[in-house]
């Protein structure tokens, strides 16, 4: 859910607003820490963002335990939408964003309500370390997502190296570190992957005007709202109260994962630029493994690491000397996109 800074749509986090509305100056947010040095807060913001997204995986993998999946993604939908409502009604970007119902309607449904239940689902098999891991594959189809959109990205030999090497990285998780009885969950996380990259497209594409802050709290709210009846019909409800480690794990998701992480972000699009920021994608699945084995003690296999550098070197090269974002002209008007 954030500006997207290529052609790829990278998508540094499963939940990225799109931030240069949610800034006082917008016109300095574009060109602001490219060209100085990182300060001190600037490397606060950068660690603790990294550790907010980083971490849904493992608090996700402590709720599924006792929690159906669409229980989890209600709660944790519903608890950040009641954080972050108020502060969009403040900011009067409630209102503009609901006129635009319809983009809005397809960008919630394939950003948070299709990708985040399916995450939940996978992870009742799947390592959350596996699942950040796979997640970290989403630059790569955003390659694909911009073909089939008609906005296909100027691929040079290293973007197409990127590519290769990050498929190889996928097939040494998925055929060499996953388990056959965990295949069926590795196609969730593969819509997962489509979905995320799917998303900051819409985004892009039909509402690249509309503030970042009434963004993300219409849509966890939407996404809460459709979860009502999915858990009442489904029987997804508790027939008891969870443990205090699930309750404290829903909290993490939404008040820190969710509601938090977008005020990070930002503080740290403030302070580094945006160019920068979009780096803080290659931090999160090394996140997600430390937290995996410390916490849950999962297993760390040499094809984890093998696959972790793989997946990471071709995100890498697959956006390469692809981001750049044109200062604009007006506060009304918005970034545009060169190669």
């Given amino acids: 859910m954030v500006e997207r800074l290529s052609l790829s749509w990278q998508h540094p986090s499963p939940f990225l607003p799109h931030f240069d509305d949610c800034l006082p100056e917008r016109r300095a947010v574009v060109g602001r820490g490219h060209n100085k040095t990182v300060t001190r807060r600037g490397l606060f913001l950068f660690a603790a963002l990294g550790i907010a997204w980083g971490i849904p995986y493992l608090f996700i993998k402590v709720a599924v335990g006792e929690l159906e999946p669409a229980m989890v993604v209600f709660a944790r939908s519903g608890l950040a939408a009641v954080l972050l409502i108020p502060l969009a009604l403040f900011r009067r970007e409630v209102l503009v964003v609901v006129r635009r119902w319809k983009p809005m309607l397809a960008y919630t449904v394939i950003e948070i309500v299709i990708p985040w239940y399916f995450l939940s689902s996978a992870e009742r098999t799947l390592p959350s370390s596996t699942a950040g891991l796979l997640l970290a594959a989403v630059p790569l189809a955003g390659v694909a997502v911009a073909f089939f959109l008609g906005r296909p990205a100027k691929l040079s030999g290293i973007n197409w190296v990127g590519i290769g090497i990050g498929m190889l ?10 388990g056959g009885s965990d295949l069926p969950s590795v196609l969730e996380m593969a ?32 996404a809460a709202l459709v979860y009502v009846p999915i858990v009442l019909l489904s029987g997804s409800l508790p027939n008891q109260w969870p443990s205090a480690n699930v309750i404290v794990a829903i909290i993490v998701l939404a008040v820190v994962c969710s509601a938090l992480a977008f005020i990070l972000m930002i503080g740290l699009v403030a302070e580094i630029g945006p160019v920068k920021m979009s780096t803080i994608t290659y931090v999160n699945p090394a996140v997600a493994i430390v937290a995996g084995a410390v916490v849950l003690g999962e297993q760390v296999t040499v094809w984890t690491i093998v696959g972790f550098a793989l997946v990471l070197l071709g995100s890498w090269l697959v956006t390469r000397h692809r981001r750049e974002v044109v200062a604009v002209a007006a506060p009304e008007a918005t970034p545009a996109q060169v190669d």
């Fill in 169 to 178: 990285g996928v097939a040494a998780l998925v055929g060499l570190d996953v």
């Fill in 191 to 222: 819509v997962v992957v489509v979905c995320y990259a799917l998303g900051p497209a819409i985004l892009s594409k039909w509402m690249p005007d509309l503030p970042g802050v009434g963004v993300v709290a219409v849509s966890l709210a939407g």
